[in-house]
């Protein structure tokens, strides 16, 4: 099964799905828009909650960085006057210089995950969608700043005028991505922001008219007017779009078939199909091992019905 990923939500989802499913037959195509160098190392956000939630590594906390992770070497840094932009564990970091020393080298980040990928024993396939660079720049009333300076330093204060992903129009999917595209039946879009986590691999040349010949399902990150965690409802209003789950059916609206919405959003109760997508009711909600699983149970169930799946034993 292919699956689209941020972060936060999409992790957890493949928490379950790793338990459910054969780990092996998951490809997860993962957003690299809001990747940043921090003191010589490429940080890729959601590359990284991907591999640590798949290796059981993941600071369930926060949903990012690596669980029991030591700060020694940036509280050294602040002493010595020099403040990261992000908090970066030292465990974490060993994964950052990895990539960035293989990047030094001339491999491709497509590459140098897969070598992280297989040294952290994932045995799903994780696949940045692209080998170049994106960068995700939020248009405010103050200004335009990296999405990091955004939601990290600014704690996602400023008012959000639209968002722009720079670089987004040269760059190509990966060769992994479009492999894993050509040969699927089934793309899930996980619940992580439809915006900024989503939007930039849907942006990426010629993928959203391949999902419209593939069976789509996606899950709602947003629960009546809010967002689990982050900026989603946010930056969804800014973009134009209904801070819901309608408002993410329209996000993809052009290609999906059913959406899989939380059991207590009030503001879709009852509703059997929109638009001809079809909304599914389920508990969304992954606050532990057995809803991840759940949850994970159910979208297969989906795709089955479909047969679109072998059948699990
Ligand atoms: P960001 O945090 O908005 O920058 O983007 P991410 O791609 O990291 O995605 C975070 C999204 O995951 C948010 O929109 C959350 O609402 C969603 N999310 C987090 N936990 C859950 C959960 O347990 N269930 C669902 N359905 N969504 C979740």
């Not at 960068?135 to 103050?142: A, F, G, K, Q, S």
């Not at 638009?275 to 089955?304: H, P, Q, S, W, Y």
Request: hydrophobic share 45%; proline share 4%.
């Amino acid at each position: 099964m292919l699956v689209f990923s941020g972060g936060t939500g999409t992790p957890k989802l493949l928490i379950g799905l790793k338990d459910v499913f054969d780990e092996s037959q998951l490809s997860v195509v993962v957003n690299t828009a809001e990747d940043v160098w921090v003191s010589g190392n490429l940080v890729c956000p959601d590359v990284d909650s991907v591999l640590y939630a798949l290796s059981g590594r993941i600071d369930e906390e926060r949903w990012w960085g690596v669980k029991d992770d030591t700060f020694t070497t940036h509280e050294v840094l602040r002493r010595l006057g020099y403040e990261e932009m992000l908090k970066i564990g030292d465990t974490d970091r060993a994964t950052h210089i990895l990539r960035s020393e293989l990047l030094r080298a001339g491999r491709s980040l497509t590459e140098a995950t897969q070598i992280l990928a297989e040294r952290l024993r994932v045995r799903a396939k994780v696949i940045p969608m692209t080998d170049d660079r994106v960068e995700t720049l939020i248009r405010t009333t103050e200004g335009k700043m990296h999405f990091q300076e955004f939601w990290v330093l600014r704690r996602g204060e400023p008012e959000v005028l639209g968002v722009e992903f720079k670089g987004i129009n040269e760059a190509k999917p990966s060769a992994a991505f479009l492999r894993e595209l050509r040969k699927a039946f089934v793309v899930l879009i996980g619940p992580s922001n439809p915006i900024t986590s989503i939007g930039p691999i849907l942006r990426l040349r010629g993928i959203r008219d391949a999902l419209k010949n593939k069976f789509v399902v996606a899950v709602s990150p947003i629960i009546g007017k809010k967002a689990i965690s982050g900026p989603a409802a946010k930056l969804m209003r800014a973009c134009g779009y209904e801070a819901s789950a309608l408002g993410v059916l329209r996000c993809y609206a052009d290609f999906l078939d059913v959406l899989v919405v939380d059991v207590r959003d009030e503001l879709v109760r009852g509703k059997k199909e929109v638009d001809g997508v079809r909304l599914l009711a389920a508990d969304t909600v992954m606050n532990d091992v057995k809803r991840c699983e759940c949850l994970a149970e159910f979208i297969l169930d989906i795709v089955e019905a479909e047969r679109l799946l072998p059948k699990r034993t």
